[in-house]
């Protein structure tokens, strides 16, 4: 008899998992020419947690609703995203496979020779999030102002952490000593939160990664800013407003970044049609504009050509800044990338 | 295994294993040097380090293998064809072919039918039960698994 | 004070609707971290989709008795079949089975409930009273400091062995180190030792790898063999004897203290928490030469640490937004999701979040142990089945789990071969345990040696300048020449003179 219960308990333990959560993907009506059939898969190539990760996951949770379909987030990390996208690209073209990734990933695998047959061209990006770069030091440091950051770089070897080659920080670093004229020492991590928790500690000097990734610290007052990397101040809700970099020296260019879905070229259009639609819809939700707020990030909505000239001048000012601080030997040139 | 024998397998593993070693140290000083981050950040200084490392335990290895009288070991035809010939190789064998055949079938035809095929072919090999028994366990396995890990966790599925 | 607001937080928490969350979410980590191949950080991600649109009570209730199951549930799978559910249980299998084998399997598993409860305990008691103090350890643990930890962890592999031969632990501890470089590294980005394949640019995952080595050579094993084994007997009591408990106070209370600490420190997680406090618990017991034939004492340090790291790790988590595991990452990140912001903030914005947090831990805490005593005796016909049957359904889990983690096809290829590598390994002596530590510590090693050298322009003293690296210098010269004749001789004298010190000063 126990054992009749006790097999039974376990039996009723094993299924009921399965229909609880069964009962929450009740299928809801589609819009638009394309109705889905199968569970759509989003390849997010980063660690979960990030944020491609976290954009990818509140664009996903807001789309299912309106294609009526579910939407799973596989996270695929590794060789800074390039096996996962390539595995998505490589996805028959149906609509069915998408990528969450970063602007300047997506147009650099090409330059360093990562996917050296897929360009930035050969996708069709819906951005969501658009996060500057903001300078920030540790609140131990002497550097206190623009000035004494300055100072401070051109007196002596400031050790700048980044997420590791070629990601924001870096990039930010390098375009910021090209306008300064200076040196300094760069410091790599493995993701963005290793390097800004390596500022907070103390091990690195100074961070310039994405507002997203620091903007918690700096609310904290774990980290102070300096400026942001952009032409307008950054609004943090609960801090003063950081400085934009222009006020300083009026030509350095927005190192901003922006995150959303990237899907292959060459689907079918009213697939493309639908997925637009539900993007649109999925930006102006309350969820996706609350972590916008929270993480001190933007919430935009470009899709279709106004995302191809975003991705173009992404190819064009990163690659050529890779190239020139010799990073990629590889020249834009050759693929066909001007000069910013 | 007994330790005579162990210690003429370790003799060979040895071997093995400074060949490897010798690799990855020489693969090592073939990666670039990144002069301008400092000698000491270079991507080769680890596997370099332990590459060494594995080159020095080795040679323990081989010392102490030579000692045991590790090297003195006589492979006969007779020896390689009883090996062969044992069921323990045929099953091991044939599990492993059936694997590959299962991987390089997979992506290509529905889950559910390759599954409980390999589960089937395997279970009756094996005589794991009567076969209606394995057939009836089989497409059960593969259903559920299907419906339990690609319906409701939408884990991908090869 | 902190105790009346937990207790508040648990009376609060005490409904029937919440209950089941908990429960229904616990048993479901439980069969996750079983699986092989889905572990805690796969299944967290996995529900944080499906809970994106609850409530963010009931998602993170739901996530944490996810997190708390499933690092238990790999006790299960590795105590029944010698095959970890999840790497942090990897320690688990040295003892564990064993003991199933001898016909203790009842007891092993109730032994493994008790001592992850009791670790789950230690972390709870960490994460509701002293994360505000214990938070700011995280940030103590910097390039150099994490770089002594992982070459203590490679000063272990020599004792995580059954057999006598401490050689062959640590040529398996290098190999599975040299097999991590493979892959574009944390400085540079140089794909090193790849040989052009594109694949190899990932490196290896830990999964592939662990089920690769345990799962599908324990598979290959068990079909290989000619006759069919009679099961043995599975009779015994499954609640362990309070005795035995209580004999182990002290095990439970370092390994405890080890996985809390563990888990606080960025990063590092549950599976180095359980071979570090399963190697202290071999040191300081009096019958070494048990453990890995069957030792209580090594199954109770292993699964108490592992569980207690689950606290340790949300203690930076909630303190400083700062993951100190892998599954607590994602964690964090379900926690953003659903607009709740831990960090340091959080102790000035909403100091009582802690215990409410803390008092989903103890109800995770709790149903853990209540489902892992229940239904001890249905899993143990598992040990019944005939081989022929079981082992290629586990086979099929192998591979879905192997594929679930990053839907790579690759990866299958990649557990065959570690598979293929792993089974001549152990029919030689050379085991599995310290080559899965390798490729968890070859990373830690690489990226921090180099990083701590660039910090400091390579000056090789600073490696021995905080008084953390000196203390894990000092285990690490313990653990290789503590038995080695001279340490023993200087010991043993320095032992002597401070006796006869104390004996004229009395």
């Given at each position: 008899?126990?054992?009749k219960i006790?097999?039974?308990?376990?039996?009723v333990?094993?299924?009921?998992?399965g229909?609880?959560?069964?009962a929450?993907?009740?299928e809801?009506?589609s819009v638009g020419?394309?109705k889905?059939?199968?569970?759509i898969?989003?390849?997010?190539?980063?660690?979960a947690?990030?944020?491609s990760d976290?954009t990818?996951r509140?664009?996903?949770?807001e789309m299912?609703?309106r294609l009526?379909?579910?939407i799973a987030?596989?996270?695929?990390p590794g060789?800074s995203?390039a096996?996962?996208?390539?595995a998505a690209?490589?996805?028959?073209?149906?609509?069915?496979?998408?990528?969450?990734n970063?602007?300047?990933?997506?147009a650099t695998?090409q330059?360093?020779?990562?996917?050296?047959?897929?360009s930035?061209?050969?996708?069709?990006a819906y951005?969501?999030?658009?996060?500057?770069?903001v300078?920030?030091v540790n609140?131990?440091s002497?550097?206190?102002d623009?000035?004494?950051?300055v100072?401070a770089?051109k007196?002596?070897e400031v050790a700048?952490?980044?997420a590791g080659?070629?990601a924001?920080?870096h990039v930010a670093?390098e375009?910021?000593?090209k306008?300064?004229g200076?040196?300094y020492?760069?410091?790599?991590y493995?993701g963005?939160n290793?390097a800004?928790v390596?500022?907070v500690?103390?091990e690195?000097e100074?961070?310039m990664q994405?507002s997203?990734?620091?903007?918690d610290?700096l609310?904290?007052k774990k980290l102070?800013a300096?400026?942001?990397m952009?032409n307008?101040?950054?609004?943090?809700?609960g801090?003063?407003l950081?400085p934009?970099?222009?006020?300083?020296?009026?030509e350095?260019?927005?190192?901003a970044?922006?995150?959303g879905?990237?899907?292959?070229r060459g689907i079918?259009?009213?697939?493309?049609?639908s997925?637009s639609e539900?993007?649109?819809?999925?930006?102006?939700s309350?969820?996706?504009?609350?972590?916008?707020e929270?993480k001190?990030?933007?919430a935009?909505?470009?899709?279709?050509?106004?995302?191809?000239t975003?991705?173009?001048?992404?190819?064009?000012l990163f690659?050529?800044?890779?190239?020139?601080?010799?990073?990629?030997k590889?020249?834009?040139?050759k693929?066909?990338i001007?000069r910013p | 295994?007994?330790?005579?024998?162990?210690v003429?397998a370790?003799?060979?593993?040895?071997?093995f294993l400074i060949?490897?070693?010798i690799?990855?140290?020489v693969q090592?000083?073939?990666m670039p040097?990144?002069e301008a981050w400092?000698?000491y950040?270079?991507p080769a200084?680890?596997?370099f380090?332990?590459?060494?490392l594995l080159?020095?335990?080795?040679l323990i290895l081989l010392?102490?293998?030579l000692?045991g009288?590790g090297h003195r070991i006589?492979?006969?035809?007779?020896?390689?064809?009883?090996?062969?010939r044992?069921?323990?190789?045929?099953?091991?064998?044939?599990?492993?072919g059936a694997?590959v055949v299962y991987?390089?079938?997979l992506?290509?035809?529905n889950?559910?039918?390759v599954?409980?095929?390999f589960l089937?072919?395997?279970?009756?090999?094996f005589?794991?039960?009567?076969?209606?028994?394995c057939?009836?366990i089989s497409?059960l396995?593969a259903?559920i698994?299907?419906?339990v890990?690609?319906?409701?966790?939408?884990?991908?599925l090869p | 004070m902190g105790a009346?607001?937990?207790?508040q937080a648990?009376i609060?928490q005490?409904?029937i609707?919440?209950?089941?969350?908990v429960?229904?979410a616990t048993q479901?980590?439980?069969?996750?971290?079983?699986l092989p191949?889905l572990?805690?950080?796969?299944?967290i991600a996995?529900?944080?989709t499906l809970?994106?649109?609850?409530?963010a009570g009931?998602?993170?209730?739901?996530?944490?008795?996810?997190?708390v199951g499933?690092?238990?549930?790999g006790?299960?799978s590795?105590?029944?079949l010698?095959i970890p559910?999840t790497?942090?249980?990897?320690?688990?299998?040295?003892?564990g089975f064993?003991?199933?084998?001898?016909?203790?399997?009842?007891?092993?598993?109730g032994?493994?409930t008790?001592?992850s409860?009791l670790?789950?305990v230690?972390g709870l008691?960490?994460?509701?009273?002293f994360?505000p103090?214990?938070?700011?350890?995280?940030l103590?643990?910097k390039?150099?400091?994490?770089f002594w930890l992982?070459i203590f962890g490679?000063a272990?592999?020599?004792n995580l062995?059954?057999a006598k031969d401490?050689l062959?632990?640590?040529?398996?501890?290098i190999l599975?180190i040299?097999f991590?470089?493979?892959?574009?590294e944390?400085i540079q980005g140089?794909?090193r030792?790849t040989l052009?394949?594109?694949n190899?640019?990932t490196g290896?995952?830990?999964?592939?790898?662990?089920?690769?080595?345990?799962?599908?050579?324990e598979i290959?094993?068990n079909l290989?063999?000619?006759?069919?084994?009679e099961?043995v007997s599975?009779?015994?009591?499954?609640l362990p004897?309070?005795?035995?408990?209580?004999?182990?106070?002290?095990?439970i209370l370092?390994s405890?203290?080890?996985?809390v600490?563990?888990?606080?420190?960025?990063?590092v997680g549950?599976?180095?928490?359980?071979y570090?406090?399963?190697?202290?618990?071999?040191?300081?017991?009096?019958?070494?030469?048990?453990?890995?034939?069957?030792?209580?004492?090594g199954?109770?340090a292993s699964?108490t640490?592992n569980?207690?790291c689950v606290?340790?790790?949300?203690?930076p988590?909630l303190?400083l937004a700062?993951?100190?595991?892998p599954p607590a990452?994602?964690?964090?990140?379900?926690?953003?999701?659903?607009?709740?912001?831990p960090?340091?903030?959080?102790?000035?914005?909403?100091p009582?979040?802690?215990?409410?947090?803390?008092?989903m831990?103890?109800w995770a805490t709790?149903?853990m142990?209540?489902?892992?005593l229940t239904?001890?005796?249905?899993l143990?016909?598992?040990l019944?089945?005939?081989?022929a049957?079981?082992?290629p359904?586990?086979?099929?889990f192998c591979?879905?789990?192997t594929?679930?983690?990053?839907g790579?096809?690759?990866?299958?290829i990649?557990?065959i071969?570690?598979?293929?590598?792993?089974?001549?390994?152990?029919?030689?002596g050379f085991?599995?345990?310290p080559f899965?530590?390798g490729?968890i510590?070859?990373p830690m090693?690489?990226e921090?040696?180099?990083?701590?050298f660039i910090?400091?322009?390579?000056n090789?003293?600073?490696f021995?300048?905080?008084?953390i690296?000196?203390m894990l210098?000092?285990a690490v010269?313990?653990?290789?020449?503590a038995?080695?004749?001279p340490?023993?001789y200087?010991?043993?004298?320095?032992?002597?003179?401070?006796?006869?010190?104390?004996r004229?000063?009395s």
């Amino acid at each position: 008899m126990r054992k009749k219960i006790s097999v039974s308990l376990c039996l009723v333990l094993l299924v009921l998992p399965g229909l609880l959560f069964a009962a929450g993907t009740k299928e809801k009506s589609s819009v638009g020419g394309w109705k889905p059939t199968k569970t759509i898969t989003l390849v997010v190539p980063w660690g979960a947690g990030g944020s491609s990760d976290l954009t990818a996951r509140i664009l996903a949770g807001e789309m299912e609703n309106r294609l009526g379909v579910k939407i799973a987030v596989v996270n695929q990390p590794g060789a800074s995203g390039a096996t996962g996208t390539k595995a998505a690209f490589e996805a028959p073209k149906d609509g069915y496979t998408w990528v969450g990734n970063a602007d300047m990933s997506i147009a650099t695998y090409q330059i360093l020779d990562l996917l050296p047959e897929i360009s930035h061209r050969d996708w069709q990006a819906y951005l969501g999030i658009l996060t500057p770069c903001v300078i920030t030091v540790n609140p131990d440091s002497p550097i206190k102002d623009w000035d004494g950051l300055v100072h401070a770089f051109k007196t002596r070897e400031v050790a700048v952490a980044s997420a590791g080659i070629g990601a924001g920080g870096h990039v930010a670093a390098e375009t910021f000593v090209k306008y300064i004229g200076t040196k300094y020492k760069h410091v790599p991590y493995k993701g963005g939160n290793p390097a800004v928790v390596a500022t907070v500690s103390g091990e690195t000097e100074v961070v310039m990664q994405l507002s997203q990734e620091v903007a918690d610290m700096l609310r904290a007052k774990k980290l102070r800013a300096i400026a942001v990397m952009d032409n307008k101040p950054l609004m943090i809700t609960g801090l003063d407003l950081i400085p934009p970099i222009t006020n300083y020296i009026k030509e350095f260019p927005t190192v901003a970044f922006h995150f959303g879905l990237f899907i292959p070229r060459g689907i079918p259009q009213e697939a493309q049609d639908s997925i637009s639609e539900a993007f649109a819809v999925a930006v102006q939700s309350k969820a996706l504009k609350d972590m916008a707020e929270q993480k001190a990030s933007i919430a935009v909505d470009i899709k279709g050509k106004e995302a191809d000239t975003v991705m173009e001048n992404a190819a064009s000012l990163f690659s050529w800044l890779l190239f020139d601080t010799h990073v990629t030997k590889i020249s834009p040139e050759k693929l066909g990338i001007p000069r910013p | 295994m007994e330790d005579n024998k162990l210690v003429k397998a370790d003799f060979v593993v040895s071997l093995f294993l400074i060949t490897f070693s010798i690799f990855i140290i020489v693969q090592s000083l073939l990666m670039p040097k990144y002069e301008a981050w400092g000698f000491y950040a270079m991507p080769a200084m680890t596997p370099f380090i332990f590459g060494f490392l594995l080159l020095f335990l080795s040679l323990i290895l081989l010392g102490r293998s030579l000692k045991g009288g590790g090297h003195r070991i006589r492979i006969t035809r007779i020896q390689i064809a009883d090996a062969l010939r044992s069921s323990e190789v045929k099953r091991f064998s044939t599990f492993l072919g059936a694997i590959v055949v299962y991987f390089l079938l997979l992506g290509n035809l529905n889950f559910v039918i390759v599954t409980a095929a390999f589960l089937f072919s395997m279970m009756l090999f094996f005589k794991g039960a009567k076969w209606w028994v394995c057939l009836i366990i089989s497409v059960l396995t593969a259903f559920i698994v299907w419906y339990v890990f690609n319906r409701i966790f939408l884990v991908p599925l090869p | 004070m902190g105790a009346v607001y937990l207790f508040q937080a648990v009376i609060e928490q005490f409904s029937i609707m919440n209950l089941l969350y908990v429960f229904v979410a616990t048993q479901l980590g439980i069969i996750i971290g079983m699986l092989p191949g889905l572990t805690a950080t796969m299944g967290i991600a996995l529900l944080t989709t499906l809970t994106f649109r609850w409530d963010a009570g009931n998602a993170i209730v739901t996530l944490i008795s996810i997190y708390v199951g499933a690092i238990y549930g790999g006790s299960r799978s590795a105590v029944l079949l010698n095959i970890p559910g999840t790497p942090a249980n990897a320690a688990t299998c040295l003892d564990g089975f064993p003991l199933a084998q001898s016909g203790r399997g009842a007891e092993a598993i109730g032994l493994a409930t008790t001592s992850s409860f009791l670790g789950s305990v230690a972390g709870l008691i960490a994460l509701s009273f002293f994360t505000p103090v214990l938070g700011n350890l995280a940030l103590e643990f910097k390039s150099f400091e994490i770089f002594w930890l992982a070459i203590f962890g490679v000063a272990i592999c020599g004792n995580l062995t059954a057999a006598k031969d401490n050689l062959k632990g640590w040529i398996s501890g290098i190999l599975g180190i040299i097999f991590s470089f493979v892959g574009m590294e944390a400085i540079q980005g140089y794909p090193r030792l790849t040989l052009g394949i594109l694949n190899l640019y990932t490196g290896f995952d830990i999964i592939p790898v662990l089920v690769g080595t345990y799962g599908l050579v324990e598979i290959l094993h068990n079909l290989s063999k000619k006759d069919v084994k009679e099961a043995v007997s599975q009779i015994g009591r499954v609640l362990p004897r309070f005795k035995d408990v209580v004999a182990n106070r002290f095990n439970i209370l370092r390994s405890g203290l080890i996985g809390v600490v563990i888990g606080i420190i960025p990063g590092v997680g549950e599976n180095i928490a359980s071979y570090v406090a399963y190697d202290f618990s071999k040191r300081a017991s009096k019958t070494p030469e048990q453990f890995g034939k069957g030792s209580v004492e090594g199954l109770i340090a292993s699964e108490t640490a592992n569980n207690a790291c689950v606290g340790g790790a949300l203690v930076p988590v909630l303190s400083l937004a700062i993951p100190g595991s892998p599954p607590a990452a994602v964690l964090l990140a379900a926690l953003w999701l659903h607009n709740v912001r831990p960090g340091p903030l959080l102790m000035i914005e909403n100091p009582r979040y802690i215990y409410e947090f803390s008092a989903m831990f103890f109800w995770a805490t709790c149903a853990m142990f209540i489902l892992g005593l229940t239904i001890v005796k249905p899993l143990l016909r598992i040990l019944r089945l005939p081989n022929a049957i079981l082992m290629p359904i586990v086979f099929i889990f192998c591979t879905i789990g192997t594929f679930a983690i990053n839907g790579r096809f690759f990866d299958l290829i990649v557990m065959i071969f570690f598979g293929l590598l792993a089974f001549p390994m152990r029919k030689l002596g050379f085991p599995e345990a310290p080559f899965v530590l390798g490729i968890i510590l070859g990373p830690m090693i690489d990226e921090n040696l180099r990083r701590g050298f660039i910090l400091t322009n390579g000056n090789v003293l600073s490696f021995f300048s905080s008084p953390i690296s000196m203390m894990l210098i000092i285990a690490v010269f313990f653990t290789l020449f503590a038995r080695s004749r001279p340490v023993k001789y200087v010991f043993a004298g320095v032992s002597r003179g401070f006796k006869s010190l104390v004996r004229r000063g009395s």
